[in-house]
């Protein structure tokens, strides 16, 4: 249902249109299309088709199938790469990775794997160029985390050990980590609250 109320919000304003000239020749009111876009319901099914040709796209975009699908696939090549490196297959990995980001040109994802399986076949140069890429543009704390991290290892294996220790300066306490917090919650709470607060 997200994905259609951001679709249509984003349909509607590529085509210049008000939530008023929408509802028009929909037979709905501006309120309707109002609560569409926040998701608070949507569109009856026989809409559907109106409002597609209405933007000048299929069903599948205004309900965001084509990208559900994509993103399905994105994980499958995740799955296939993961696989490979598992079995030491790195070249084989690295190129499916390459491939996939033919289709998915700036997956910052892609780009992170890319990296550490790059790093891992002792191409380390390029591993830092696509490390950096993607801490300077993701947004993402869990993609920075694992970056930053991994990134930390390819400087010290490119003989830049004071630029790692320095990145790895930046990385969060092992007390903030999730296998540490699920460790420390089988102790005494109040103590672990304790020493995060004052540092310790």
Known sequence: MQALAKNIRQFRLQQNL???ELALPLGVTAQAV????????????SLLPGLAGLFACTVDQLLGVDELRSRA???????QEQQL????KYAQAAQVLEHALTLWPGELGLMS???MVLALQGELTRAIALCEQVLAQSTSVKLCGTTRAALCFIYHMNGQPERARELAKTLPHARESREEVLRALQGDAQHVLQNIYLGE
């Open 18 to 20: 008000t939530q008023e």
């Open 34 to 45: 109002s609560r569409w876009e926040r998701g608070e319901c949507c569109p009856d099914i």
């Open 73 to 79: 696939r994105l994980n499958e090549v995740f799955m």
């Open 85 to 88: 490196a598992r079995q030491g």
């Open 113 to 115: 794997e890319l990296a």
